[in-house]
């Protein structure tokens, strides 16, 4: 079983993808409405692999990778970006934080789990 913690702020966005990644018998699924509230999550129930919202008011997707970065349960755990920005320049500044790989929303509910699985697996190209 693979744990999956999608954090975005839109309820629409993380309900669609709760049922999406829900589909798939293998994956384990948790949201998050911020990153203040997946630092909280962490603390008891470690994912394998967090798909992170960019924009977010309060603490911003960046910011919240920082954070997970700074907590030893998840240090090295693989972050994947959601976001609509995926100019060039925006994938590469996402990369350099630490991200394993950016997500385009929106996304393909149908396509979601197997992208999830191919950037754990590393098969999946960063974008």
Known sequence: MMRVLYVDDEDD?????A???GLDPEL???????GREALAMVQNWQPDI?????MMPGM???????KLREIE??????????TARTQAYEIERFLSLGAVGVIAKPFDPLALAQEVRDH??????PV
Request: charge should be negative; glycine fraction near 4%.
């Open 13 to 17: 966005i993380r309900e669609v993808a």
């Open 19 to 21: 049922l999406s990644l």
């Open 28 to 34: 384990e699924v948790n949201v998050c409405a911020s």
């Open 50 to 54: 967090v798909l992170l919202d960019v």
């Open 60 to 66: 911003d997707g960046p910011e919240t990778l920082e």
């Open 73 to 82: 349960a998840t240090k090295a755990t693989p972050v994947v970006f959601i």
């Open 120 to 125: 754990m697996s590393g098969v999946a190209d």
